[in-house]
């Protein structure tokens, strides 16, 4: 998603909030359907394990 | 959650300038694009906490006998109003990352996880204890105990005695000690039955890296929870040592990294020795970790261009939160040199980036110390793949235009490297083990087809010419065969210190190497090949010495054929045996390698 960021500056914006600027308190004030489809997001994208390892497991032969 | 007290503005979504997107890309962007990153990856594991919060409102079970988990919530939130440094330490821990994720899927998917749902449910309550601990709050709190231990995220291990199975315990603060009781045993720290985290702070130049060593954390694993491994002191100390040597090498040798890697990569997950190898891995969920096998102690070199390795993994991990580089297709379909097994294009791009970054350490390390021939091995061999692979994907249809961007970015640093001058036989033996991985990849995933190998098998028979052999077949992404890539173990015994040496004493220990593999490695070629032809003589179906074969040959259509359509060679050659009517393996290679195209 292509976007400007909050400075203006040409960038691209993501589906995830940023809370980096609110407390665990704040966080439950927070717009509940804004916050739901941004967990929903973060939940749907653990579908996925993104695992990266040098090498591979056993393999064996298949003829 | 709560919808009364709104609050006035609403948070903005995370975003990326292209700038700090195009320097990242390069290996670049300084400690402020880590901090984007790492921020990011928090407000992930925070909506993943919230989330699953919120669902034990409705499915109470998910918290079992363990305290509610609006008390865990509770706890973190007095943590962080007491000491907000308390709970960001836990929110930045890497496996509450990996812990978040997995808990998730459990339930999205229905899963059956290691035990009951509660007691992975409740590793939230031991983040909630460890926060708490740390902002030196008086507190108790219920938590599960798996096999008779419990594990406070970034503290420690506790060891009680309750007889095995999932338990639980009470975690219990007061006036800066805590207590863990459980049913029917205590554990205090500074005792045996409690084991601290290691963390280990180490400096070179200025710069600072801490590392905690965690053996006991049991989302610290790549895909689920798993029980302590407690390493001996000896083998703590090992580690820190050379952790230590390895940090002092990234300073020296890379410093724009070493200004950021300290906040990448936090912790180091111990795993056994393998021999001759230094095998890593990392995951996307636990940004700031990597589980890296114990490393050789006269190789420390090898050890921080691993460090560096999966630090560009935990780099582009966090850039993936925020960008799509390439679309879902996780089809098996592409050949990568660093892996014996067809990946998806999406590991392709990240072998690039944690290459790049591996050709960089070695391609410094090599400047500042040309007299190592392991370093002049390790940039000619990983430049050249990394490139290869690059330009291999970088027109995929299935990368998005920030995919193509990012990889163009990459390549306007790289590609120059390409033309550096290298030791010529660094160079030579980058080429030779190039040739080795790829030929083994193609005897491992590539079928040819049956009706071109029956006809190519049949004019044999006939004495006729080969039919034109273009290089194709079907992929397949089961091994044919397992075998050990010894002869890349053994270039590397080479090029390591008192190398010749050591490859008459050690060769025998590489695992699956032949006696043709030490010939060829020592630069006796002549010899080798007599070595892998006596051995086809026995075993003429034995793909490692198919290709060491290959490798003893000189340029000619034999050594084309062995080394590019290995997999055609073979399977004629089955068909010949099974006709009763087998050549030599060489002969038939030279024969099918004049009509290769």
């Known amino acids: 998603m292509r976007s400007p960021d909050g400075n203006g500056q040409p960038g691209i914006k993501s589906e995830l909030l940023d809370l980096s600027g609110f407390s665990l308190s704040e966080l439950r004030k927070l717009d509940p359907v804004m916050l739901s489809r941004s967990i929903r997001h973060a939940a749907e994208r653990t579908a996925h394990i993104p695992v990266t390892a040098s090498g591979s497991g056993g393999a064996k032969r298949v003829d | ?597």
């Open chain 2, 1 to 597: 959650m709560h919808t009364k007290d709104r609050l006035a503005s609403d948070p903005d979504l995370h975003s990326i300038p292209w700038d700090t997107f195009d320097r990242l890309a390069v290996g670049s962007g300084g400690l402020s694009a880590v901090r984007l990153l790492r921020n990011t990856d928090r407000s992930r594991r925070l909506l993943l906490l919230a989330g699953l919060v919120d669902l034990a409102k409705t499915a109470e079970q998910v918290t079992g006998p363990l305290s509610s988990a609006e008390e865990a919530w509770d706890l973190l939130v007095r943590a962080q109003e007491a000491e907000p440094d308390a709970l960001e330490r836990m929110i930045a821990h890497p496996y509450t990352g990996s812990w978040a994720g997995y808990t998730t899927r459990l339930i999205e998917q229905g899963l059956a996880g290691e035990g009951p749902l509660w007691v992975h449910y409740g590793y939230f309550h031991t983040l909630a204890a460890a926060a708490a601990i740390h902002a030196g709050l008086d507190f108790s709190i219920r938590v599960p105990v798996w096999n008779d231990t419990v594990v406070l995220p970034t503290l420690g291990a506790a060891r009680l005695e309750e007889g095995g199975g999932f338990t639980t315990a009470e975690v219990h603060a007061a006036a800066g000690t805590f207590t863990i009781n459980g049913e029917r045993s205590r554990v205090v720290p500074g005792t045996p039955a409690w084991s601290p985290l290691r963390t280990f702070r180490f400096e070179a130049a200025g710069r600072i890296l801490d590392l905690r060593l965690d053996d006991l954390d049991p989302h610290r694993g790549l895909y689920h929870p798993i029980p302590p491994e407690r390493l001996a002191e000896t083998e703590a100390a090992s580690w820190r040592d050379l952790l230590g040597e390895a940090w002092r090498l990234i300073v020296e040798h890379l410093p724009e990294y070493a200004e950021v890697l300290p906040s990448g990569l936090t912790s180091i997950v111990p795993q056994p020795a393998v021999p001759f190898r230094l095998p890593s891995a990392s995951t996307g969920e636990a940004f700031g970790s990597a589980v890296i096998a114990a490393p050789d102690a006269e190789e420390p070199a090898t050890l921080a261009a691993a460090l560096v390795h999966e630090f560009q993994h935990i780099r582009l991990g966090g850039l993936l939160e925020l960008v799509r580089l390439h679309d879902d297709d996780r089809t098996e379909r592409l050949y990568a040199p660093w892996r014996e097994d067809p990946r998806p294009l999406g590991g392709l791009v990240h072998g690039i980036y944690a290459f790049f970054g591996v050709s960089a350490f070695w391609r410094a390390f090599s400047r500042a110390c040309p007299e190592d021939r392991l370093a002049a091995f390790e940039f000619a061999h990983w430049r050249a793949q990394t490139w290869q692979t690059l330009e291999a994907i970088r027109d995929d249809a299935a990368l998005t235009g920030e995919g193509r961007r990012f990889l163009s970015e990459l390549a306007t640093v790289f590609g120059p490297w390409q033309a550096e001058p290298v030791a010529p036989e660094a160079a030579q033996w980058a080429k030779t083990l190039a040739e080795d991985h790829y030929a083994g990849w193609r005897l491992r995933h590539v079928r040819p087809e049956p009706g071109p190998t029956a006809e190519v098998a049949r004019a044999w028979a006939q004495g006729e010419r080969c039919p034109q052999v273009v290089p194709g077949g079907r992929l397949d992404t089961e091994s044919d065969g397992e075998w050990a890539n010894a002869r890349a173990d053994l270039i590397r015994v080479r090029f390591g210190r008192d190398g010749e040496t050591k490859l008459s004493q050690v060769w025998s220990e590489v695992p699956g190497a032949l006696e043709g593999d030490r010939r060829l490695i020592g630069g006796l070629a002549d010899e080798a090949r007599a070595a892998y032809q006596a051995a086809l003589d026995r075993d003429p179906d034995e793909a490692a010495t198919l290709i060491g074969l290959g490798l003893s040959l000189p340029a000619g259509p034999a050594r084309r054929a062995l080394l590019g359509v290995p997999e055609l060679v073979r399977a004629v050659h089955r068909l010949l045996r099974d006709a009763g009517t087998p050549p030599a393996v060489g002969e038939l290679a030279g024969w099918i390698g004049e009509a290769l195209v």
